[in-house]
């Protein structure tokens, strides 16, 4: 489950379970003052009406006109518990008489209520004491539905419902607002974070307000200026030591060369020293070249318009040399003459140059490195075939790393596919690695085409 959906759960929770601890106590409370209010009200009632019936020479008669119709109905005793008048319902009582503790209480003089069970239900019996003459008569004995109390309980309780549900829609929107809120602002320091990881340090963080997140964005902010300076320190530090070392080991190949040209005046061991040295200066001088084409790599320069077909020839007549000199044969198929694509002045040719030269390097002699180019779905692909040896699915990602090589059986130095890498990076292109069916590699540009 995502964070947006979890706050707005953890919220709607809490709500409900802050309005079960406030409502449930209030209704139970709002139900137990209903039945007290009902049945206070019910007996001061039932005192009344014995009173008036204390007082009438028709007993019958006055109980029929107060019950008569309703669901109440009324029993008239004698002070021994004889019947005086009898009910009209005589479901609505229990079936004991004289010894239901109420109108044991009323014989006593005093008026008692009790909540029991009848053959008609459950039902407020209240059994009131009659006067005459100061002397106790009788018992006027009710038994009162409790409808109306039920009813008013339901509407308590429907309307507390109510007041819980309109409380936890509100909850849930809230609930809503504040994740979405919360969610997006944490989104937006993770896509951050996500471009510094994808080398975009110099891209801040910026969100609102002034809590948590706001400090988190910050301390991530300083964190990718820190490390952006200490890349770019590295980075100067390369290009200015490659470029300092290319003087003295110019001046050094020219002394050399200047030994070999006396080469009369030296035997045969130190001319061959001599040559060792040459070699061992045009290995340093060519390292140090491509530590400045691998530091250009990792600028970005303006784009522009350039002809497709045309940089893909330009790569292919700089690398022919190398595969005639290792008889390789280059197989070209270009189907998008018309195509342009968006590269920095040279960018593409050399990202393109660095995979053939890595292709003719390690394909058999007497090979073919086939070579593809067309247009799709807004892209410019080429596809770089050979019949080599092949990289292996766990060494793919690590053999565009600077100096890293799968193999030692070829000379070089692991820059040329770092390089590539780099430029296509940089051009919002990339480069991908795929084992060729029958052996072999198959790397993939994908350039973005001019639209």
Known sequence: MSLRKNLVVAFVLFAFGLLTVTLVPFGVVSVHGHLRSFVDAESLDTQHTASAVARTTEPSRSLLEHYEGQADAAWLLDASGSTLAAPTNRQAFPALVTSAPEVESARRGATGTRIADTPDGRRLLIASPTFKAGRLSGVLWASISLAPVRREDRETWAQLAAIGA??????????????????????????????????????????????????????????????????????????????????????????????????????????????????????????????????????????????????????????????????????????????????????????????????????????????????????????????????????????????????????????????????????????QLDTRRGGGTTATIRWPAHQ
């Open 166 to 431: 309109v409380v936890m829609i509100i909850a849930a929107m809230v609930g809503v607002f504040l994740s979405r809120r919360i969610a997006r602002r944490l989104e937006i320091v993770a896509a951050g974070a996500k471009r510094f990881g994808e080398g975009h340090l110099e891209e801040t963080i910026t969100v609102g307000g002034s809590d948590e997140i706001t400090s988190l964005a910050g301390t991530l902010n300083t964190m990718g200026a820190e490390i952006d300076r200490l890349v770019h320190r590295e980075k100067d530090f390369v290009a200015a030591a490659s470029h300092q070392i290319r003087t003295p080991l110019t001046a050094i190949k020219i002394r050399i060369d200047e030994l070999l040209a006396t080469s009369g005046t030296h035997d045969a061991e130190e001319t061959e020293y001599l040559k060792e040295m040459a070699e061992e200066v045009d290995r340093l001088t060519m390292l140090t070249t491509r530590l400045l084409d691998l530091s250009s790599a990792e600028v970005k320069h303006e784009s522009r318009p350039l002809p497709a077909a045309y940089a893909v020839r330009e790569a292919i007549d700089r690398i022919e040399p190398l595969a005639h000199h290792f008889g390789i044969s280059l197989d070209l198929d270009v189907q998008a003459e018309g195509s342009q694509i968006m590269a920095a002045p040279g960018a593409f040719e050399e990202a393109l140059f660095n995979v053939l030269d890595n292709a003719v390097k390690y394909s058999p002699p007497g090979e073919a490195v086939e070579v593809s180019a067309a247009r799709a779905d807004g892209s410019f692909v080429v596809r770089v075939s050979d019949r080599g040896p092949g990289i292996a699915t766990e060494q793919r990602a690590r053999v565009v790393e600077p100096f890293y090589r799968a193999t030692r059986t070829k000379t070089g130095y692991g820059l040329g596919l770092a390089i590539s890498s780099r430029l296509c990076s940089s051009a919002g292109a990339t480069l």
